[in-house]
């Protein structure tokens, strides 16, 4: 059975979705572990929804800085949100679509019938980035735990270095190639050819609509409060700014290759603080129970890129192309695009390479669509450029906001598409549930 046979009662639909807001790391969140804050988003998104959380089949959250203390944060998150522990949990990585891939193996259960609800998330706190002692003390340690005798103990400390002291910080560099997601940007830019002015516009115009977006109280709600040693907050994400323009943005200086780079700090995703959660159900359970329904999500598609060294966040435009042949849609037939905005020049070179019909048929042979993207399609709240970009939350408002927006339009699809450390990619269909009645 294809996805296009599907029975309409055993489609995944969005049913509600909640999130912290974005902050920038090393600030309001700091006192809270990972897991504590994406409980805090499930805890809102139950409080946003008449639900019965018994009913639930299954947590998954994702996560990319992995704290060593809560291996499985799913099921740390769900009990300290107060969740049925009867309820199964596990925690998935795949750098940064990683809660993509928590929203598809809920989804996948939900299609084959074995569960009729599911969370699914992702949490990030990059203000308590878990740093470890280096490789070598860690192997000597292990030894002086497992020695007989003092002389044991003597000789397992005898082999450390100085370089063996050092602490083992987390790094943003790619363990296959080495390279930087910003070093990977530039050789992109590169290759498929890019420029500084049209990265630093796009930047500026993501800053401009985010603020316009939070204004126009696009965001408030999807944003839930919290809780913080005993006190309640209700921030707003607060990356996004005004004094962000392509003029402004010029001034600023490469950081990846400083001598004929275009990748700045102005037109670059930032780290930042935040988790979300979304609770789907069947649509036979939602129509059930009387849940409103926000979005069918119609199908998905995760991809890997051909050269990690030149190709690293093409992960959109090897996705949705994909996507869309096996659904029988061509590019103008999607009202809504949400893509990630990892780095401006990322975004304009996955335009450009579906743009083009040499690409398409290059990667996928004949047959699959190309077309542009429209920039007044194209993250029209503003994007991961100006709201911030805590990797596994990053996933849940991209999806929120697309539902929403295609709520607003009251048009049919809307795709939303993500690129991810280590080559990869990911590209989610959804559908607006008026289009469908059955």
């Keep these: 059975m294809t996805l296009a046979q599907t029975p309409a009662d055993r489609l995944p639909v969005l049913v509600e979705g909640a999130r912290t807001a974005f902050l920038e790391s090393a600030g309001l969140y700091s006192p809270l572990w990972s897991y504590e804050l994406g409980a805090q988003a499930i805890a809102g998104l139950m409080h946003k929804v008449t639900f019965n959380a018994a009913d639930l089949g299954l947590v998954v959250m994702g996560t990319v800085l992995h704290e060593t203390n809560t291996t499985n944060v799913a099921r740390e998150c769900m009990l300290a949100a107060g969740l049925p522990s009867r309820i199964p949990a596990y925690t998935v990585a795949m750098a940064g679509i990683s809660p993509n891939v928590g929203l598809i193996n809920i989804c996948d259960q939900i299609l084959l019938g074995r569960l009729e609800a599911g969370i699914a998330g992702g949490t990030e706190n990059f203000s308590d980035v878990p740093v470890r002692l280096g490789r070598g003390i860690r192997r000597a340690l292990m030894k002086i735990r497992q020695a007989r005798s003092s002389g044991e103990r003597l000789a397992a400390l005898g082999l450390l270095g100085v370089n063996d002291l050092k602490l083992d910080l987390p790094s943003s560099s790619d363990f296959t190639t080495g390279l930087t997601m910003g070093e990977a940007c530039e050789a992109m830019a590169r290759k498929f050819g890019a420029t500084r002015e049209d990265s630093d516009a796009f930047a500026a115009d993501s800053h401009a609509r985010a603020i316009a977006a939070t204004a126009a109280g696009r965001y408030a709600n999807q944003i839930v409060p919290v809780t913080i040693a005993g006190q309640t907050h209700t921030p707003g994400d607060n990356t996004a700014r005004a004094d962000a323009t392509a003029t402004t943005l010029a001034r600023l200086k490469p950081v990846f290759d400083r001598e004929r780079g275009i990748i700045t700090p102005g037109n670059a995703s930032r780290f930042s603080d935040g988790a979300g959660a979304v609770l789907l159900t069947s649509r036979g359970y939602a129509q059930q129970k009387g849940l409103h329904q926000q979005a069918i999500v119609r199908d998905y598609q995760l991809t890997g890129v051909d050269s990690l060294h030149e190709e690293m966040l093409l992960g959109p435009a090897m996705s949705i192309p994909r996507l869309l042949a096996r659904n029988g849609l061509a590019f103008a037939d999607i009202d809504v695009w949400e893509i990630h905005e990892a780095f401006a020049t990322q975004v304009l070179i996955n335009r450009q390479c579906m743009a083009s019909a040499d690409f398409v048929r290059e990667r996928f042979g004949a047959g699959l669509p190309h077309g542009d993207i429209p920039l007044d399609k194209l993250n029209t709240w503003g994007g991961s450029l100006s709201l911030g970009n805590p990797f596994a939350a ?34 989610l269909l959804l559908e607006n549930p008026a289009f469908v009645t059955a």
């Excluded at 849940?396 to 699809?413: F, G, K």
């Excluded at 795709?415 to 080559?423: I, L, N, Y």
Aim: hydrophobic fraction near 45%.
């Design 394 to 427: 990053t996933g849940v408002r991209l999806l929120l906001t697309a539902a929403q927006r295609l709520q607003a339009i009251n048009q049919r699809y809307a795709v939303v598409s993500t690129c991810a450390g280590g080559g990869l990619g990911a590209a």
